[in-house]
């Protein structure tokens, strides 16, 4: 399936393209924007790997991840969508659609999160519909507000301090 793009008033969610790759990587190496999502600052690497996943999710799963651009500039500011990771949490986590958002340093704080992630689930409810979970970071409160604001409620806590995860990551699910 070929991603559909997506507008809202200040936004463009669209496909990812290669050229997107050197920016979509310095997102994910920045430690300020990986801090509280429960994951490490990517090396180049582990980004690639990701930026393909995005583009296989798409092809075998008919929905996943969209390139969150700024529609006046067409700066890429970050991604949002729904993936599949088995993370080993079981079927009532790792069987539905996984929902993310991350933004550049510099799109932070600005409304962009719920902007993006607002448009990413009204297209996910009228094309695919059904549950989603997310995993979010126990220090991020801005996130897990988004969450909230999308319908999430948390059922379930994992990792903590011995995980490397700080104050644990929590297990939302919508729908």
């Known amino acids: 399936m070929t991603p ?10 669209r496909p990812f393209t290669l050229a997107d790759f050197d920016v979509f990587a310095a997102i994910w ?6 801090a509280h999502i429960g994951v490490p600052a990517r090396d180049r690497g582990a980004s690639w790997q990701s930026f393909l996943m995005i583009a296989g999710g798409w092809a075998l799963l008919g929905h996943g991840q969209w390139a969150i651009a700024d ?53 996910f409810d009228a094309h695919v519909g059904g ?16 969450a909230s604001r999308m319908g999430y409620r948390v059922y379930a806590e994992v990792g903590g301090e011995e995980a490397g995860h700080g104050a644990g990551l929590g297990l939302y699910r919508r729908g």
């Open 29 to 34: 190496a920045d430690p300020v924007v990986t």
């Open 71 to 123: 529609r006046a500039t067409g700066v890429l500011l970050g991604q949002t969508g729904f993936f599949r990771v088995i993370r080993g949490y079981g079927a009532h986590f790792d069987d539905l659609p996984e929902a993310g958002w991350v933004l550049s340093r510099e799109a932070m704080g600005r409304g962009y999160g719920t902007e993006a992630v607002r448009a990413a689930h009204d297209w």
């Open 131 to 146: 549950p989603t979970v997310a995993q979010i970071d126990g220090r991020n409160a801005a996130s897990q507000a988004l």
């Open 4 to 13: 559909p793009t997506l507008t809202t008033p200040r936004l463009t969610l």
